[in-house]
């Protein structure tokens, strides 16, 4: 089970001094999209080219134009790049192609996807790397997890590795684990505490046991 941080509310300055100090307890480093949305793919390339070790992943959830926006994502220097489960089947066949081309990834993001099962069913079909169950920010204030959208994600897909994001803190992280993931994502887990060092090493240390 991997670990992955995600940075949504930092420019590049920030985000290279929170990777700095927790780096040696992540696998996957996500540059978040509002951190595309202010900064461009350059948070991508700055990030790649400061930590070469992990692996970066644009959390573009792009929606159309698969193959050119993976294409521009790798170029910055992702290994990973998102693509939203409500998009077009050849928009995420695009983006798998795209991504085949060298070796990067694509993670597909559930979030707002309506029949989670039959829908990671098809995606899986499609040769994604990933498939994610996501409480988005708008969710989570809504009260709602994916612990349970996990599981039944899990039921179906039988060829991509599965993740899950949203609102997780070390308090709901031993419930992620016992749903088996295969990556799990965390932002505001880590970021938003005080010690951020020690909450991401005390997460890696319950996901590398898992
Ligand atoms: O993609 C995102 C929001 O759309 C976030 O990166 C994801 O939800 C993880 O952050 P957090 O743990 O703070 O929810």
């Keep these: 089970m991997k670990l992955q941080l995600a940075l949504d509310l930092v420019d590049i300055a920030g985000a290279k001094a929170i990777v700095a100090e927790v780096a040696e307890f992540i696998d996957i480093v996500e540059i978040g999209t509002p951190v595309v949305i202010n900064e461009g793919l350059h948070a991508v390339k700055a990030i790649k080219d400061a930590f070469p070790a992990l692996t970066v992943l644009a959390d573009l959830k792009i929606m159309d134009a698969g193959g050119y926006e993976v294409m521009k994502a790798v170029e910055a220097g992702a290994g990973i790049v998102t693509v939203l489960g409500v998009s077009d ?30 829908r990671a069913a098809e995606v899986d079909a499609l040769g994604v790397d990933y498939i994610c169950v996501h409480s988005g920010y708008d969710h989570q204030a809504e009260g709602k997890n994916s612990f349970e959208d996990l599981r039944a994600i899990k039921s179906v897909v039988t060829k991509a590795k599965t993740a899950i994001a949203g609102g997780i803190k070390l308090s709901t992280l031993p419930e992620v684990i016992a749903a088996n993931p295969d990556l799990v994502i965390v932002g505001g887990g880590i970021t938003g505490e005080a010690d951020q060092k020690a909450a991401a090493a005390e997460m890696k240390r319950l996901v590398s046991q898992a």
Excluded at 92 to 118: F, M, Q, S
């Design 89 to 118: 089947d050849s928009t995420i066949r695009g983006a798998v192609e795209e991504a085949k081309k060298t070796g990067a990834e694509i993670l597909v993001d559930l979030i707002n996807v309506k029949d989670l099962k039959a």
